[in-house]
């Protein structure tokens, strides 16, 4: 805090922009946001090396348009999307069955609000990739944050790490103070900050009794948010734990081949990709087993399948 108020007494403006690795020190952000001395925070979604070609982009864009405003950045859904048709061609030959809800969507979301409240934990992609660090519920794992159990389940069976590891909420915006300590919208999950829930959220509040938020808005993300509201209606909780869609030390999937086979080797119920639901007993037994050896290819015929639209 030293370095920020130090910062502060020398250029003495009220906006505080922060990039690079440090930024996604969420504890570090919500003490700025909360202590001052800045009024406005802004941390780049994409902090880190990445980050860098959003940061190139802006700066040409200043140099070229003098004048013209950058409009906010209100959400970072900006990498590949797949079609239905897609996905279904890639896991072809690997699964038996799947479930298409094309034109279906409210159908979608109560079935898997109902799967999510019955203890399941959910592959879930939707639309674009995130760019970034953070899945933002577009490339993400779901889970009912009441369940005390389900930090050990995800750590132990899916995630494959340590057992402390904690995992975040993701909230619908209009319910954020009722539930969080938290006075502004927090759509990166860049910050930190008290739970103060009515509800009982071990799966997601920390031993300090913090939370790191994502806040859902209908505007940037019309899908998270209606499963958020059908998972509402459901069970009277708004907020659903939110986890990155991967293993441990690998990348957090892309593709539908990259979700079928973090399925496969993982411990989840039900994946999602856009409109199309595949339960996990409609995996081939034979993927299954070839995907639980560490390093081994897939079966030439369904890596072919697999990897037809990556």
Not at 140 to 169: G, H, Q, Y
């Amino acid at each position: 805090m030293a370095e920020v108020r130090h910062l502060h007494d020398t250029v003495r403006v009220d906006n505080l922009c922060m990039a690079g690795g440090v930024a996604l020190n969420c504890v570090a952000n919500g003490r700025v946001r909360r202590e001052g001395p800045f009024k406005r925070l802004f941390v780049q979604p994409a902090a880190g090396d990445a980050g860098g070609a959003l940061g190139a982009a802006a700066l040409a864009h200043v140099r070229t348009c003098a004048g013209e405003a950058i409009a906010r950045l209100d959400h970072v859904y900006l990498g590949p999307q797949y079609t239905p048709d897609e996905v279904i061609a890639s896991w072809r030959g690997a699964v038996s069955t799947w479930v298409d809800y094309r034109g279906r969507e409210s159908e979608l979301l109560i079935e898997v609000a109902d799967r999510l409240a019955a203890g399941q934990i959910i592959g879930w992609c939707d639309g674009r990739m995130e760019f970034g660090p953070r899945a933002l519920g577009a490339r993400s794992i779901l889970a009912d944050p009441r369940d005390a159990t389900m930090r050990e389940r995800l750590n132990t069976v899916v995630k494959k790490r340590e057992a402390f590891r904690p995992f975040a909420p993701a909230v619908l915006e209009d319910q954020l103070s009722a539930h969080f300590d938290l006075d502004r919208p927090s759509p990166f999950m860049l910050d930190t900050c008290l739970t103060r829930s009515p509800l009982s959220l071990p799966a997601v509040t920390h031993v300090d009794g913090s939370a790191r938020v994502q806040t859902v808005h209908t505007d940037s993300a019309p899908r998270f948010a209606g499963l958020l509201q059908a998972f509402a209606e459901r069970t009277g909780c708004p907020i659903l734990l939110n986890t990155s869609f991967n293993m441990s030390d690998e990348p957090i999937v892309c593709s539908p081949a990259d979700a079928l086979i973090s399925f496969a080797r993982s411990g989840l119920d039900t994946l999602v990709f856009g409109d199309v639901l595949l339960d996990r007993r409609c995996l081939r037994e034979s993927v299954v087993a070839e995907c639980q050896v560490p390093d081994a290819p897939l079966p030439t015929t369904v890596a072919d399948a697999l990897y037809a639209f990556v």
